[in-house]
Each structure stands twice: as C-alpha cells, then as structure tokens.
C-alpha cells in the first residue's frame, strides 16, 4: 500500500529485518491500526506486533500516524501513547480499553510513590520520547506530556501565556495536589517558565524545574530592553508559515510525489507560495502526512514575541556541549532567567538530549528535590 496520491510504491515488509516475525493483525481493530501502518510508512503489510519505532518512525510520521487513528476512529489518540503502546495491536488493545476517554494521556493521582512530572513539547508542539528514553526513568514514574492546542484540529492559540494556561489547567485537573514537577524540551523551556509563573500565581508552585538543553527567542537573548518595555506585536504568520513549510520540505523530502517534486523543480517560489495559502487556512497537508502546520505555525510566531518571566525556585539545566557556556555565564540572559539553576552537560550534541542518559539525570534531579521536600515536611 502506497501512500495517498503517491507514485512511489510499497516496500517489501520482509526487506526491513524487523525483529519480530510477521503475524497478522485479528479483528477488525487490529486491521485497521495495521492498514494505517503501511499508510504512513508505505510498507506493503505491517504485522500486529510490528513496533512504530523499528519500521522507521520519527516525530513527524508519528504525528501523522496519530492523526490518522483519531480520524478514522473517531477517538483522540495522542503522540505520547506511542512510547509504551507502539505496534497495531497494542494501540488497538488501548483504543478498545479506554473507551471514550483521550488515549494518550496518563492518569496522575497522588497514590503514586512518585509524583508525575509535566512535560513540556518544544517548538513542534509535540514531544516524541524514545522506548528508550522512557525505559531509562524508574518503572513507577508517571509522565503528563503536553500536546500543543489545535495541533491535530480545534482552537489554538498566539499567545505563550494562552497556551500555558491550558497546561496548567491540564496540571490542575490531573494532579489536584501534591509537589509539582516540570520538564522542558529546547523551545519548551519559555513555556515551562511561564507554567512556573502562572502556578505561582495560584500558590501551586513548581518543586522542581528542569530544562533539557533550552533555547530562547531571539528577542530575549539579545534585547537590551528594560523588564517593563514592550515587545513588539507578534510575529505575521504567513512570515512564519513560510519558514516553517521550508523546514518541513527540508526535512522529508523523500516524502513528495513525483507531480510534487516537478512543481517544485519547475517554479520554486510558485510552489512555496501555493503551500502557503494552504497552510494560512489549515488546508495544507503536507505530502499526504496531514501536519497541522497552522498551529505550530502559530506558536513558533508567538514563541518570537515573547519574552519570559524568571524562575527563583529550584531549577536544572541538562545541557549539551554546544549549549553547555551560555547556561553557566553569569553574563547571560540565564542569570536572569533562572539565578538558582544549576547545569549538568549530559550529551555531546543537542539532538542527543533525548536519549537515556538526559531521562536517568532527569530522574535522579526529580527524586532528589521530591525527597528533600518530604524531609521538611517531617521536620515541620
């Protein structure tokens, strides 16, 4: 099975070496899930027990696999699922056992050993964390990851603010009480700051905040501005849009269709410009991989916009050694940002700060500050 509107054809399942042997999908379900499968990764079948993350997976076909199954469905499917239930029958199993409720989302009580910590997507809206990287936390640790608002339909947002409000709501209404703990991806790290000021605000705050390798605006690292200047309005979209169409057509373009791959070659500009106009109305589905480029759109323009507030709690930066100088000089916009922090290099480069070895620092950060606060309480 080929993709929609694709020239290419399938590829033979058993040309990919995957681990486990081919078994066919039972029910009708099963054989949905599984058809999706060789949609997304044009693969002639795909087996019950065939792994997203083994057939190729990346962000990007797993937004697009999510997608797929809450449209075909009818049922919310949301991309953190795919870290513990990656292949046809297990997505089938989850769909069926949840019934009507969102699939993805873990339920967070205060009966867990280990309080849940937050997770905070970076500039795509969403965060694809690895087998391994969930693996390498301790097997009772709950994660919450955030998805961005109207990432796959619905409202989104222009606002930083708007959208942390909508995850502090989420932390409210999952995790009514007990010690708060935050994580933030790159880009997410503006947004965890301003999670952190909202809970504060509401006399709920962060225990503990941790930064994987974060990155800022352009306008907050290099601004000279006072604290109560204002910042110029929001970025334009379509400027936005434009980039961000360009970064896609960078990233997969083994992904375009032959007629595709002649317009562009024929008239470049043309047919950014044609993507453009799709993606201003939400129209645009990029190579039949259906991303919901207005929304992100939305949030890198409002990302440019924004500047942050500082953090005075308790704060750890996972850094990698491209990034590692700027988190530890006090000349930086961090001192201001976050004056407590303290930074760990973990990875030699900021694409490897998703591996296990930031997940296991992580959570050795998370249970210290959790075990610190539970030892106050004790002393009273």
Partial sequence: MSLPGSDFGSIARDGLRLPTPYEAP????????????????????????????????????????????AERSGRDFQLSALMEHGTPR???????????????????????????????????????????????????????VFELPGIRGGDSYDAIKDIAAVYVGEIMDTYAEGPVLVAGFCMGGPIALEIASQLAAMRRPILQLVLLDPALPKPTRGSKRSKDSEWPPRATLPETLRKHVRRLLRLAPERRTRRQ?????????????????KASTGALRYFDLRLSTRAQARLQAAYRQYRPPPFHGRAAILSSAERDAAFR?????????????????????????????SAKAMQSIFDAAVAEDQAQALLG
């Fill in 261 to 277: 791959l002649r317009a562009y070659a024929n008239d470049e500009a043309a047919f950014l410009r044609r993507l453009d106009r």
């Fill in 26 to 69: 039972i029910g009708e379900s099963e054989t949905a899930i599984a058809e999706i499968f060789a949609e997304i990764f044009s693969v002639g079948r795909v087996g019950a027990n065939d792994d997203f993350f083994d057939l190729g997976g990346d962000s990007l076909l797993a937004e697009s696999l999510c997608l797929l199954i």
């Fill in 90 to 144: 297990k997505i089938a199993a989850l769909l069926e056992r949840n019934g009507s409720r969102t699939v993805g989302q873990e339920e967070s009580t205060g009966r867990h050993v280990r309080p849940p910590i937050f997770v905070v997507h970076g500039r795509n809206g969403f965060t694809l964390l690895t087998p391994d990287f969930r693996r390498a936390l301790a097997q009772d640790q709950k994660l919450h």
């Fill in 329 to 357: 000089d006090d000349g930086q916009f961090w001192n201001e940002l976050l004056p407590g922090r303290k930074v760990y290099r973990i990875a030699d480069t900021h694409g490897e700060i998703t591996g296990p070895a």
